[in-house]
């Protein structure tokens, strides 16, 4: 489980409406994959919102955190980090199409949900790319590993 306050991950958690419209391929990974929780208390610091926060999760493997942050689920580190890289991206995205102040262009759910299933094919991929970061550590401050 990884959790953090990205800019643009963060940036969509504070809208009143904070969900992950399917508008391209990046914010179609995440159809039918996302939890939102829109319950912010303060900070999380007792077992009583932990559980809360297991509950809001439920069987997704991402939660956005209103006015709060993103925390991503994963069988792996790897797999976990290439949603939460992804996820980024799309909030991104989808960031930058709201401020056009343009209508967006929302897929339908039916090519929302086939983009969703293509990524899986690509699951692999989140190996190498962890490892290639790690590579990119090990170069510059391989102090991590201790």
């Given at each position: 489980m990884l959790h953090c306050h990205a800019p643009h991950a963060t940036a969509l958690a504070t809208l009143k409406d904070p969900?992950?419209?399917?508008?391209?391929?990046?914010?179609?990974?995440?159809?039918?994959?996302?939890g939102i929780d829109l319950d912010y208390g303060g900070i999380a610091d007792d077992a009583d919102e932990g559980l809360r926060l297991a509950e809001a999760l439920g069987n997704h493997k991402t939660l956005l955190m209103g006015?709060?942050?993103i925390t991503v689920t994963g069988n792996s580190v790897a797999e976990a980090f290439e949603d939460l890289y992804f996820f980024e991206r799309a909030a991104r995205t989808l960031i930058l199409a709201y401020s056009t102040g343009q209508p967006l262009n929302v897929l339908s759910d039916e090519i929302a949900q086939k983009t969703a299933q293509g990524w899986q094919?690509?699951?692999?991929?989140?190996?190498a790319h962890f490892d290639w970061l790690?590579?990119?550590?090990?170069?510059?401050?391989?102090?991590y590993r201790d």
């Open positions: 969900g992950m419209k399917p508008i391209d391929q990046n914010t179609a990974r995440f159809f039918g994959s996302l006015n709060h942050g094919a690509y699951n692999d991929q989140a190996f790690k590579s990119q550590l090990d170069r510059t401050d391989p102090s």
